[in-house]
């Protein structure tokens, strides 16, 4: 091959490239806050509980990011429990799995003669490492039992830790998003701090207070870098 068609094949690859960053959609993030439309519950599995759809405008909702290993996240599920019973026609809590951390499965058998040892999880096999968090997940949810009384989705594929976590720029676990009425967010913050703006969601008594607020949630977003544990990333979306 000469170098003058070298160049020109260079030449049309380059323009090629360029026409297509030109063609290509100018794709804006989406940034949750307060008063933000909530994104939709794209899990993988409902461990527990009826699924959910769609969010009912007629109903509060607190999505929880929590994790097996988070012993923070451990400490919220008796409060998250007690406030489900508290309010079973008007909440609805979520507990979603979507920091899971690659469990390596450790040898249960010597091997013999007739009998090899068990082989750990090979890191490699992205569909097996997936299946052993998930069977962790289910365990721990099993073992938790009424100690553990709503809803619990695992997110395998990390969707809902981009479309929520990261967009909105929480980078510990618990964090809870609460849904107001109508499918709006009404507060984002550590899921250790939720008794009060649940309580102005539902239109509860405020802890504390007297005096009875309305259901009108006001803006604003709480921290979300409390004293937390650091969510494993979630997998990158195959284009």
Known sequence: MSIATLVSILISFNALSMDDAKQAPNVEKTIL????????????IWVKGEEVKAFDPDKV???????TWCVPCLKTIPNLTKLQKENPQDLVVIGVAASEKPQKKKETSTPSN???ADKPTDPTDTKAVEEAM??????FVTQQGDKMD????????GSM?????????????????IIGKGGKIAWIGPANQIEKPL????????????????????GG???????????????????
């Open 199 to 218: 309580a102005i969601a539902l239109g509860n008594k405020i802890p504390g207070s007297e005096k009875k607020k309305s259901a009108k949630v006001p």
């Open 134 to 139: 998930l069977a962790n997940v289910k365990t």
């Open 150 to 157: 709503y809803r619990v989705v695992f997110d395998g594929d």
């Open 221 to 239: 977003v709480r921290g979300g870098t409390a004293a937390g544990e650091t969510p494993a990333p979630p997998k990158k979306a195959v284009d």
């Open 33 to 44: 806050i307060a008063n933000s439309q909530a994104p939709a519950l794209t899990a993988d």
């Open 161 to 177: 830790s981009r479309e929520w976590m990261q967009a909105a720029k929480q980078r510990t676990i618990p964090t809870a998003f």
């Open 114 to 116: 007739d009998k090899p």
């Open 61 to 67: 909702y607190v999505i929880e990011f929590w994790a």
